[in-house]
DNA sequence: GTCTATAGTGCGATAGAC
DNA sequence: GTCTATCGCACTATAGAC
């Protein structure tokens, strides 16, 4: 299993690999040509935009917000993307594509149904902790934008919880987990999952951690489809 | 246990005697002095409101938007309040009353703390059910908005958490639930409950009710804080 | 109590200079 | 490749007629 610091340089480095990607898919939009020259650029408004509309929302964010805060002119910002409503596209794009990635990676990495669904739950809070504000951006604001918009959300929402499922039904067909209803469990799990991302104030004023909320959340999901006596070496005896 | 449909009757009755408390509470902004033109219109103007916002947003929603919606006219609404922000600190006030008001009646109802804990559950889900325009706003478009409306929001977050942690707690001092940390379980709870307001379209599609729902929900949770041999009598043997 | 008309503001987007 | 200047538009909010 893999540590948050480890996982955090990872994330950071496929990073750029990505906007690279998105340069090339995106190359009608993006009126500049030098890929050194975009991806730098492209890496400043992502990541100003997400802090702009973490703080007052997408929607209120205007481009000349954008403008100020990345030191770029409204024109040089017309020249990476055809309006706003893209720009929120590329950066679902980005994330989806790395959650995609890093998720697979980490999973086929255990061997066992139990390892997996462990990994699955901590690489995805991991993931959001990293990513926070694209998560957010993601879930929050793609709601009332773009049908474009809206059906990534959706998508991404059913490709990670289609995650859960194929693994809950892996582990009751080896017999290794007992459960009725693979779908209800594992929209349970995204529920939980997303709460870290949709709830990080409270949280964070708590000082709870990312991985003490993980444990928590595999203490609970194992205690549904496990026996009892499996799960209590998990997390304590339970007691008090 | 009440039914969701009588449940449903009875939320529909306390809303006008909360639109008439909002009355008095922002009598310095409505201008209209008649109080049985002003609830009606109220009531007229939130439901177009909560409509109207939950297909585009409310920062996109206009207030012409809103003028087309209710038949009265841009001068008309002015007179209801003073701008876009106090009409959403009105809505989240009257959704908050009716909420606490409802939650409490129905907690008080159970004498035991099992019970307490499967009715808290069950009505914040009816709750969201009826009310879900207004649970849907309230969370997701407050958050960009005034100081005063991310306070509410974030108050009501806390406010239903805790009686959560206050029946979990309760229920551990009784010696009724075995579990060492009723803030993350409440946590795990208010999670739960939210997906099912902030995800409807995934549970529609899906033609999951209300109370399988609810009886899923409860069985995670009891499964936690009770032994295995008292939960596994609430939700089958849970064998597939 | 509700209407119409409009003032004033700030937005997204573009054209053309550098 | 980036900037400045500006256009046209939609919005919030108000003033005064009815």
Redesign the pocket.
Known sequence: MITFDVFKDMVMLSMEDICKDIFREFADSI????EK??VK?LVTIFNATLKLSHVKGFQA?????LSHET??????L??YF????ELIDMIQNQGLRLTKKILHEQIEKEPGVRGKLQTAIRTHLYLSEVLHLWFYLSYMEAKNLSKDAQKNAMANELYTEKIFIDILDEGRDLGEFILDNSILTAAVIKAVLQDWYLKRWKYSRRHIAVDEYADYIIFVIENVILNRSETSEKYGDNKN
């Open positions: 009126k500049i040509k030098k020259v975009v650029n964010m205007s481009v000349r917000d030191g770029l002119s409204m024109g040089a017309y020249s055809k309006g706003k409503e």
